[in-house]
């Protein structure tokens, strides 16, 4: 069985974008996925330097496997969209996942 994975970034498939503040549901999450010890995924919409786009985001924590964690951390970005009703915050993406 391999060793815990918390600290780890995984793999980065491109740069999440976190505006900095330690209060932002996003940074916060990012920052529990690299914490976690098992198989997860943060997934986010891709930034985008026009000021009207939304970063929105949602994670799985410890999921089964790597794969399981990819598809439910797409579910949850995706739900978040559908949530705020978003339409111009581009799709949701994987960012990182190990």
């Known amino acids: 069985m391999a060793g815990s994975l918390a600290g780890s970034e995984g ?5 999440p974008a ?3 503040d ?5 940074t916060k999450a990012y920052k529990a996925y690299v914490a976690s ?4 995924a943060y997934a986010t919409t891709p ?17 089964p496997s790597q794969k399981v964690a990819e598809e439910l951390a797409m579910k949850s970005c995706l ?11 581009g799709a949701c993406e994987i960012a990182a996942s190990k």
């Open 79 to 89: 739900a978040t969209r559908a949530h705020y009703k978003v339409t111009n915050g």
């Open 18 to 20: 976190l505006n900095g």
């Open 37 to 40: 010890s098992g198989h997860s």
């Open 47 to 63: 930034y985008s330097r026009v000021v009207s786009l939304y970063i929105l985001c949602g994670t799985r924590l410890n999921a």
């Open 22 to 26: 330690p209060k932002s549901p996003c």
């Open 11 to 15: 793999d980065k498939r491109f740069p």
